[in-house]
């Protein structure tokens, strides 16, 4: 059933080559997706899709650029996006103001093509902080439309 969702879907990853886009995005392919990543590349590395490169399409852009954002989510049946700049607490600490706005508009900014595109779905991923250290993400799926 659930390969049956996901067959021929075409699918929009914002944020693919990243840490949580490097477990989603194959489990996309392996059920069957048609899969269009895009990223920036600043946390994430093409690398990490390596086992599925031949059979997606990559975009090396970001999404806080509108035009982009209108291109990539055209006849798109779904966009997950898991793209934020993530660049630890110290970081964080001393530059909130960029990390917020970056992230709003890394968000936003997708949202606002996909649903001017008439996506029907858009997913926002986010990885959930954890007491113990885990080598796999802590994932919450927050459904937008």
């Known amino acids: ?7 021929d879907k075409k699918i929009l990853v914002g944020g693919g080559c990243g840490f949580l886009g490097s477990y989603v995005t194959p489990l996309l392919v392996e059920l069957g997706a048609r899969v269009t990543v895009i990223d920036n590349l600043q946390n994430g590395y093409l690398d990490n899709l390596e086992s599925v490169k031949g059979s997606l399409e990559f975009i090396e852009a970001d999404l ?11 006849n798109k049946d779904m ?7 993530a660049q630890g607490m110290e970081y964080s600490r001393s530059h909130h103001g960029n990390m917020l706005l ?5 968000t936003m900014t997708p949202l606002d093509a996909a649903q001017k595109n008439g996506v029907e779905n858009l997913v926002e991923l986010e990885q959930k902080r954890s007491p113990k250290p885990s080598p796999e993400p802590l994932i919450s799926w927050t459904p937008k439309f």
């Open 1 to 7: 059933m659930v390969r049956d969702f996901w067959s």
């Open 64 to 74: 806080r650029d509108p035009s982009v954002c209108r291109k990539a989510t055209k």
């Open 79 to 85: 966009v997950l996006n898991m793209a934020a700049n």
């Open 102 to 106: 970056t992230n709003l508009l890394s």
